[in-house]
């Protein structure tokens, strides 16, 4: 394997703890065989049926992604990046040690990658039970989300948000969060999946010009989506978002519900602003708690609110969820305009960098619209009083 060996080295000194075959414990920290991080090409392909359409699980906005078998009796899930980056293959290494170092119960565990050749693939672990998605739209099965299920899967996300943004070895925002990208465990727990991935292709959004950009982009934060302004707010909206389809069964645009109805938040605000916010709530739920669901819908339009700085941040939002004593503020008008449009801006550079937390808010700015600036920065003097009000 050649010039693998350094990388390995290296790896193996970065990372002090042995990690192996996801949640392992210990592993040998010395002498044995833990460099097992990188996996060689033939061995995925081998446990793929040399990436047969068979073992094909899907195929997202970075590529194709297939079960596998290893030769241990693990299942795992490889994903293949087809997106060439302009990342070498340093830069690359670099980012999936820090990705693996990344490990929450509600995060999908990264095991390693392959970098042989002109490709690259990273292989996690193997969820059974597809994504959120299949279960949430499809009115066959989502009985299998009773009410408390889905109040679980809520806080799950919560807390594998706060993670990222809080509590991981250094700070990652998302920026695809959406029903797809959570995956179920055999208790259907949920696990984020792909977090980190924005990081290995910097400069380059692959999602703005792929086939795939409409269903992600109603979960686009408008000051992102028209302005490139990147925090971790946007993977707020984007939670909000989910949550909203989570308590209603619908996916965030419909138009075959046609009139108000089509965009989940606007519909969801004019309920909110009759009083009326339970008509949200899933018809094909047989029980619900009304309390929760009437919380979970004030929450998503909270996170959902056009004044950036006036969306909860997840601590703010763990708090809210945990806590029987919480009167949720009222939210203000929610951020519709522009998330179904295109992004314009040129300079990508900026949106690189989501270790943006040195400033209060943690905004990167990918291009300097004035009028937003503006905007922007008034909402920020609102942000240290709604933070310290709670
Ligand atoms: N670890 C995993 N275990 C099981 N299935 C997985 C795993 N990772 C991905 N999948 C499945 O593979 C398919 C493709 O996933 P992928 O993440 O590439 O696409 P996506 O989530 O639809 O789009 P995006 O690129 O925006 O994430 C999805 O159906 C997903 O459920
Ligand atoms: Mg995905």
Redesign the pocket.
Known sequence: MGCFSGLRCCLEKTLKIGRRGGGGDEDDDGGGDSCDLFFELRTLQIATNFFSELN??????????Y?GLMPNGQ???V?KLSVSSRQGLKEFTNEIILLLKIQHKNL?TLLGCCAEGPEKMLV????????L??FLFDKRKSSALDWLKRFQIVIGIVRGLLYLHEEAPERIIHR?I?A??I?LDEELNP?I??FG?ARLFPGED??LD?F?IS??HGYMAPEYAMHGYLSVKTDVFSFGVLVLEIVSGRKNHDKGLGGEKADLLSYTWSLFQAGKVLELVDPSLAKCNPDEAAMCIQLGLLCCQAAVAERPNMNSIHLMLSSDSFTLPRPGKPGILGRRGRWTTTNTSALTDTNAGSTSTGVTKASAGSSFVEDYSRNSISYSSLDEGR
């Open positions: 094909k699980l899907g195929h997202g906005g970075f590529g194709p992604v079960k299942e795992v899930a994903k999908v996690y672990e193997y969820l059974p039970n597809k994504s998605d299949y695809d959406k797809g990208n995956l696990k999946s792909d991935l692959t999602h792929t795939r269903g992600t």
